[in-house]
């Protein structure tokens, strides 16, 4: 499966975004999606995830009730709903995929990665 990551761009702090992970391939409902982030001079972290099968979802406490992701299956996409922006939030956020994936905030169990999308919230 290839992944293509959209919908970086400069916002003001307090503002919103939305990121798309779109796929190409068969069965992209079946894979479980999770995005990251990595700012700079800092290491790649989760930010969210979603489950293939169920559909659960899974935020890390630093974007929990900021954050939304989102699946449309019928368009091969994983959204991410980016509100309340903080200029913490800055990175280059990656969508990544996988299959049976255990560890849901381990970067190292997804085996197809994007191409990564650049936020920048200004203060």
């Known amino acids: 499966v290839q992944l293509q990551a959209s919908g970086g761009g400069l916002v003001q702090a307090g503002g919103s975004l939305k990121l798309s992970c779109a796929a190409s391939g068969r069965a992209f409902s079946a894979y479980d999606v999770g995005w990251f982030r990595q700012a700079p001079g800092k290491e790649r972290e989760f930010v969210a995830a979603?489950?293939?099968?169920?559909?659960?979802?899974y935020y890390a406490d630093s974007v929990k009730g900021r954050f939304i992701i989102s699946r449309a299956n019928a368009k091969n996409t994983v959204d991410l709903q980016m509100n309340s922006l903080k200029a913490t939030d800055t990175a280059v956020y990656y969508c990544?995929?996988?299959?049976?994936?255990?560890?849901?905030?381990?970067?190292?169990?997804?085996?197809?990665w994007g191409q990564g999308t650049l936020v920048t919230v200004s203060s």
């Open positions: 979603i489950r293939g099968r169920g559909g659960s979802t």
């Open positions: 990544a995929a996988g299959f049976y994936i255990r560890d849901m905030e381990a970067a190292r169990e997804y085996n197809y």
